[in-house]
């Protein structure tokens, strides 16, 4: 385990997860750096985004599209036995008991109605470990909308069940041949399409990365993870806010959601990455899928494969958001090997019968290091979104454990 990257102390609560700066900044990351006919199909997304934003109307039919399809809200569960062996008080958000289990499904629901809204007929996404394919599958099958996923050949290899559930869903699913034909690829062949198909499609991009609006637009969908778990701390947690909110980052998306609800309080906001896909603890300044942020980099400035064992934190980059909270010292940047994560999901199966996927795994890895170690002071309230359930994950653990 990694300290990479530290808080400015003290750590100022402030308004830093509001809107973005005009054309989608984050102090200097962000921004919309597309082919002509995306950045205008990119305007569209914004205005249809803001417009729907503001009216209770849309919210609302989101609000119940969560409640009765996708079973929000999800519970805060206080990690008893891990917490008094780990002297810290432990509570977990439960984004593993979401339909499809894992936080996607509140990004896509919100895009997936915002497409019909805007008149679109279809779905374009990438997918990586194939959690965002099935999710934009299940969402465009539940509004009578098509879904043309674009994967990886290895990630297809893979993680097969995945692209048997998203063929069962009534999904397309288009096997990318180019580069290292995994997630990068992917997106790089999502987006090439869908300068194509701006006129009835809508890209769906399934973390807070890609041109303006979509880091924000993605946030604010997972901020409902941080809205409801800053409540449910006011009710459970004597301090009422918790010293530390901790979450996983691949691109970063149910993290941002997560943070926004306790940005403007005193908790210390960490984001764990895997050691082999630390874009915010090591990426450098760079521009990719329409966006600059940090990246991973060889010295002549090409992105880097990202290798972790958790497909969801494959990603050689970080959202710019999470780029500008570092560097702002707000949010603190931590990394974790894959061992560390392994151990840590075995722990947690034992301790509170919950497998979680091996992406949430890494956030709890650095929970319980921090607090083994110290750097979690005894008696800490700690709140951890709980990204995924580990079902997705069975097959790389039993030929591990
Ligand atoms: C996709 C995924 C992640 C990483 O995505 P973020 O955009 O960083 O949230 C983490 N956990 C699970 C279970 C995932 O499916």
Redesign the pocket.
């Known amino acids: 385990m990694r300290d990479v990257s530290t808080w400015r102390e003290p750590v100022p609560p402030d308004g830093t997860m509001g809107e973005p700066r005009a054309r989608g900044r984050f102090g200097e990351y962000g921004g919309r750096y597309a082919p002509e006919s995306l950045v205008e199909a990119c305007r569209e997304v914004d205005e249809a985004f803001r417009d729907a934003w503001a009216d209770p109307g849309f919210r609302g039919a989101l609000a119940r599209l969560l409640a009765v399809h996708a079973g929000r809200p999800t519970p805060l569960t206080p990690a008893r036995r891990l917490s008094e062996a780990l002297g810290v008080q432990l509570y977990l958000k439960r984004e593993d008991l979401t339909h499809t289990g894992?936080?996607?499904i509140n990004n896509v629901m919100g895009q997936a109605l915002l497409a019909t809204r805007m008149g679109r007929r279809r779905l374009i996404a990438e997918t990586g470990?194939g959690?965002?394919g099935v999710a934009t599958a299940t969402a465009a099958a539940l509004l009578g909308l098509e879904a043309t996923v674009f994967m990886g050949e290895r990630d297809i290899e893979r993680q097969a069940l995945n692209v048997f559930r998203m063929r069962m869903l009534g999904a397309e699913v288009v096997p990318v041949t180019t580069g290292s034909r995994t997630l990068k690829d992917a997106t790089s062949e999502a987006m090439r399409h869908w300068v194509g198909a701006t006129g009835d499609s809508h890209y769906c991009i399934?973390?807070?990365v890609g041109p303006d609006p979509y880091p924000w637009m993605v946030r604010e969908f997972q901020r409902i993870i941080g809205d409801e778990a800053r409540g449910q701390c006011a009710a459970e947690l004597r301090t009422g806010v918790p010293d530390y909110v901790v979450a996983?980052?691949?691109?970063?998306?149910?993290?941002a959601g997560t943070f926004a609800g306790f940005a403007d309080t005193p908790a210390r906001l960490v984001g764990v990455e895997a050691e082999g896909g630390a874009g915010a603890a090591r990426g450098r300044l760079g521009v990719l899928h329409g966006c600059r942020s940090l990246f991973l980099q060889d010295d002549d400035g090409q992105i880097t494969q990202a290798h972790s064992i958790a497909a969801?934190?494959d990603y050689p980059g970080v959202g710019p958001e999470h780029a500008h909270l570092r560097d702002l010292g707000r949010a603190r940047y931590v990394t974790v090997t894959d061992d560390e994560a392994v151990g840590a999901a075995v722990r947690l199966a034992r301790t509170e019968g919950i497998v979680p996927?091996l992406?949430?795994a890494h956030a709890l890895a650095w929970v319980i290091g921090a607090a083994d170690g110290g750097d979690l002071p005894a008696g800490s309230t700690v709140l951890m979104t709980l990204?995924?359930r580990g079902d997705k994950d069975v097959s790389t653990l039993k030929e591990l454990l």
């Open positions: 894992s936080h996607k470990a959690q965002h399934g973390s807070v996983c980052v691949g691109g970063g998306s149910h993290a969801g934190l996927a992406e949430s990204s995924g």
